[in-house]
């Protein structure tokens, strides 16, 4: 029983460990920092550790894998204690007693994920509560760790390999932070916390969020003249333009403005679709960065986005893409469309089509995103369950959301309120 008893209390401690090790190589020493006032002494010890990474990690590796081997035996042995009682023959025992020891083993590497998965999502809360235990074990461990790192690095170096150990990269979230506070503390060459933001959410965005959707786009028919073309071209503000034959739905190529400028000298020698380039199509899921690239190898300035059905969804210019890191870019035939922001009646006028984040990001809302849509107006076809009617009125995320126009098929404009009482979060107005 007492064999069981610290077979059970060294796996904890391994747990205990394990949780450590994952807490402390993942939190920043920005967010240690940020505790110094609640927990002095606790932080103290964490920045000591984390100072020096290769003999903290060493520690507690070192003691986890220790009480992971005293487990195992203590198992060993409980199990050959209950063998013996029972009268198993002293070669079956023994072999009994190996198995134990090494399921013991197999089951606490097993367990060691749990640990390791609480500790990552949340490794600032772990990390101080089990600054004591590890602060004790780096301690005590320290000389023979130190120890061991140079023997280990003496072996190395005669036989001309280069340093036992790299320390890991800090996380991308610390590296994050860190650039944001130098972004507004604004000093010289500093970069803007736009511009930070974007680089770092670049990577997680789909060609469906950054694309123009399909209602927005404007195409030039197959069988459209040359002088036709040009003029929707010059009309729209655009270089390029889809080409469809019949609907938006059958994309034959794309059409360049300087392809048909040079040939308009002789209109009637001219067949749209034999200065048509093909088009490069993506699916509405490629990550933005894999999109970039292709869009570089292919020399392509635009792909079509469509959907798993193959259907049209709409486009991505390069111009889309840099907009995502480094903000709106505006030229003389963009139309004005300015940020949504609130008006002396504390009001907003905002086109259901704006993007939920925009909208939070401008006006400092909370509206959710995460319910798949994207848009404002996405959002309030799913708290309707339906196409709101013009006067529907919606409070979410303490404001208040009046369909101000629509059409047969979406929302067009939302006036956007601070809720000035408290219904639920998400309700619709009787």
């Given at each position: 029983m007492l064999e069981l008893l610290a077979a059970g209390a060294a796996l904890a401690g391994r747990a205990l460990l394990q949780a450590a090790d994952t807490g402390l190589l993942a939190v920043g020493e920005d967010?240690?920092?940020?505790?110094?006032?609640?927990?002095?002494?606790?932080?103290?010890?964490?920045?000591?550790?984390?100072?020096?990474?290769?003999?903290?990690?060493?520690?507690?590796?070192?003691?986890?894998?220790?009480?992971?081997?005293?487990?195992?035996?203590?198992?060993?042995?409980?199990?050959?204690?209950?063998?013996?009682?029972?009268?198993?023959?002293?070669?079956?025992?023994?072999?009994?007693?190996?198995?134990?020891?090494?399921?013991?083993?197999?089951?606490?590497?097993?367990?060691?994920?749990?640990?390791?998965s609480l500790?990552?999502?949340?490794?600032?809360?772990?990390?101080?509560?089990?600054?004591?235990?590890?602060?004790?074990?780096?301690?005590?461990?320290?000389?023979?760790?130190?120890?061991?790192?140079?023997?280990?690095?003496?072996?190395?170096?005669?036989?001309?390999?280069?340093?036992?150990?790299?320390?890991?990269?800090?996380?991308?979230?610390?590296?994050?932070?860190?650039?944001?506070?130098?972004?507004?503390?604004?000093?010289?060459?500093?970069?803007?916390?736009?511009?930070?933001?974007?680089?770092?959410?670049?990577a997680e965005r789909t060609a469906k969020e950054v694309m123009v959707p399909r209602t927005r786009v404007v195409g030039v028919p197959i069988d459209a003249t040359p002088q036709q073309a040009i003029d929707l071209l010059a009309e729209e503000g655009h270089t390029r333009m889809p080409v469809y034959d019949g609907?938006?739905?059958?994309?034959?190529?794309?059409?360049?403005?300087?392809?048909?400028?040079?040939?308009?000298?002789?209109?009637?020698?001219?067949?749209?679709?034999?200065?048509?380039?093909?088009?490069?199509?993506?699916?509405?899921?490629?990550?933005?960065?894999?999109?970039?690239?292709?869009?570089?190898?292919?020399?392509?300035?635009?792909a079509l986005v469509v959907d798993e059905y193959g259907g049209f969804s709409g486009i991505v210019t390069l111009e889309d893409i840099l907009?995502?890191?480094?903000?709106e870019i505006r030229d003389e035939h963009d139309k004005e469309g300015p940020a949504p922001q609130f008006g002396p009646?504390?009001?907003?006028?905002?086109?259901?089509?704006?993007?939920?984040?925009?909208?939070?990001?401008a006006l400092g809302a909370k509206l959710p995103s995460d319910g798949g849509f994207e848009t404002l107006g996405g959002l309030l076809n799913s708290t309707a369950g339906a196409i709101p009617q013009a006067g529907d009125r919606f409070y979410i995320g303490g404001l208040e959301l009046t369909v101000v126009q629509r059409d047969d098929r979406r929302v067009r404009m939302v006036r956007v309120a601070r809720s000035k009482s408290s219904p639920p979060s998400a309700s619709r107005a009787s």
């Open positions: 967010d240690l920092r940020g505790e110094e006032h609640h927990y002095p002494l606790r932080t103290r010890w964490l920045l000591e550790l984390k100072r020096e990474p290769e003999s903290t990690a060493a520690a507690l590796r070192g003691a986890s894998s220790a009480l992971l081997a005293f487990a195992a035996v203590a198992c060993a042995i409980v199990v050959g204690d209950i063998l013996f009682r029972a009268g198993v023959h002293s070669n079956s025992r023994s072999t009994l007693q190996l198995l134990a020891g090494l399921l013991a083993g197999a089951i606490a590497l097993i367990i060691d994920l749990a640990p390791r500790a990552s999502a949340r490794p600032l809360a772990w990390s101080l509560a089990l600054a004591g235990p590890a602060y004790f074990v780096c301690v005590v461990l320290r000389i023979p760790v130190r120890l061991l790192l140079k023997l280990f690095d003496a072996l190395l170096l005669r036989r001309g390999a280069t340093a036992r150990y790299t320390p890991p990269p800090p996380p991308l979230q610390e590296i994050e932070k860190i650039l944001s506070e130098e972004a507004r503390g604004g000093g010289p060459g500093a970069p803007s916390p736009e511009l930070v933001h974007g680089l770092f959410s670049f609907d938006l739905d059958h994309i034959k190529g794309v059409l360049h403005a300087k392809d048909v400028i040079p040939l308009l000298a002789h209109p009637e020698l001219i067949v749209l679709q034999d200065v048509v380039r093909p088009a490069l199509f993506v699916p509405w899921t490629k990550p933005v960065g894999e999109l970039l690239r292709e869009m570089q190898q292919k020399r392509s300035l635009i907009e995502e890191i480094v903000g009646d504390g009001t907003a006028l905002v086109r259901a089509e704006t993007r939920v984040e925009e909208v939070n990001h």
